[in-house]
């Protein structure tokens, strides 16, 4: 039986630009076994898409939720958004 597939789009702010935020995050998904793609954002947050089982995708959100040693996780907003979206094959940084 084939794990079920999800997909969730993530906002973080905080102090989250300038700290290794997003190679954190390229990390985190690599270890999941997870796609999708994290950028930083011009309003000074950064965006997370991700799409892979539910429970995976738990351990990503609670890892965004801490972020990298430098960051300051203010705030994660979560949304779910369709996984035919998002590659499940790769990770990258835009």
């Given at each position: 039986?084939?794990?079920?597939?999800?997909?969730?789009?993530?906002?973080?702010?905080?102090?989250?630009?300038?700290?290794g935020?997003?190679w954190?995050?390229?990390?985190?998904?690599?270890?999941?076994g997870?796609?999708?793609?994290?950028r930083?954002?011009?309003?000074?947050?950064?965006?997370?898409?991700?799409?892979g089982?539910?429970?995976?995708?738990?351990?990503?959100d609670?890892?965004?939720?801490?972020g990298?040693?430098?960051?300051?996780v203010?705030?994660?907003?979560?949304?779910?958004?369709?996984?035919?979206?998002?590659?499940?094959?790769?990770?990258?940084?835009?």
């Amino acid at each position: 039986m084939t794990e079920p597939i999800s997909a969730a789009r993530w906002l973080i702010s905080g102090c989250v630009q300038g700290v290794g935020f997003r190679w954190f995050v390229l990390r985190q998904a690599e270890e999941l076994g997870v796609g999708g793609w994290a950028r930083n954002l011009p309003d000074g947050r950064v965006e997370v898409v991700a799409s892979g089982p539910p429970a995976v995708l738990e351990q990503l959100d609670a890892a965004l939720q801490r972020g990298p040693r430098m960051a300051y996780v203010e705030n994660v907003d979560k949304a779910d958004i369709p996984h035919h979206d998002v590659d499940p094959n790769v990770f990258h940084i835009s």
